[in-house]
């Protein structure tokens, strides 16, 4: 079974210049989770959704940040503009379905540096 | 809402001996705890999870963990580590239907 996918695995912008992450959830799962991990500390939920719809947004810097989930499947997170307190890991994750005991597989992250 | 602490960010441990890593979390409600594993360069991987029922819960790559309710705790052991359990460890927290809450990681640094 093939697992969660991102890419790019690394950019370097700089400050105020536009970025886009993608994500591609394992097959048949109707979860899918944005997370921000700065350097030094664990993993901050940016969104989640279920299928095409968000579930939680809350902590979701909305006038820099967007993302969409079209179709229910795969996954695009954008930030425009960047500022230099973006530089972090951009982790996606799914799972069966929201929370609790569904266990959310991790893809490897998108590190980006922003200058 | 919900709070976790991990009370060690350092550990560093000799190849063969026991380790173990202090998770404790706050929450009103019932909570599932996790805890993950993170390579270098890679994302998270769950090593064990506690849902219910008994409070040992043991994992992959020999790992366990115990869950205490009256001290809001869920420290992580092992009784013989290797070079290659070199990794960040994150004690996590979650609800149905929410995602998780992760405290700041512990990293562990295994040496011969």
């Known amino acids: 079974e093939a697992g969660v996918a991102q890419s790019p695995r690394y950019k370097i912008i700089e400050k105020r210049q536009s970025v886009a992450f993608w994500c591609n959830p394992i097959s048949g799962h109707a979860t899918l989770y944005w997370y921000q991990q700065i350097l030094g500390q664990g993993p901050k939920l940016l969104i989640q959704?279920?299928?095409?719809?968000?579930?939680?947004d809350s902590q979701l810097p909305k006038d820099r940040f967007s993302a969409e989930r079209l179709k229910g499947v795969d996954s695009t997170l954008k930030i425009q503009p960047a500022k230099l307190e973006d530089s972090a890991v951009y982790l996606c994750?799914?799972?069966?379905?929201?929370?609790?005991?569904?266990?959310?597989?991790f893809g490897p992250g998108t590190r980006l540096t922003v200058t | 809402a919900q709070s976790v602490t991990q009370l060690d960010s350092q550990v560093p441990v000799f190849e063969e001996a026991p380790v173990e890593l202090r998770c404790n979390y706050s929450?009103?409600?019932?909570?599932?705890l996790f805890w993950y594993v993170q390579y270098p360069n890679q994302g998270l991987q769950l090593l064990l999870k506690y849902l219910s029922g008994s409070t040992l819960v043991k994992g992959i790559n020999g790992f366990e963990a115990e869950f205490n309710k009256s001290q809001t705790s869920f420290h992580l052991r092992k009784p013989s580590v290797h070079i290659s359990d070199t990794a960040e460890y994150f004690c996590a927290v979650n609800q149905a239907g929410t995602a998780l809450i992760f405290g700041k990681g512990t990293t562990l640094s295994v040496s011969s």
């Open positions: 994750a799914s799972s069966w379905a929201g929370g609790g005991a569904y266990e959310q597989y």
């Open positions: 959704f279920q299928n095409n719809g968000v579930v939680d």
């Open positions: 929450s009103s409600v019932s909570v599932y």
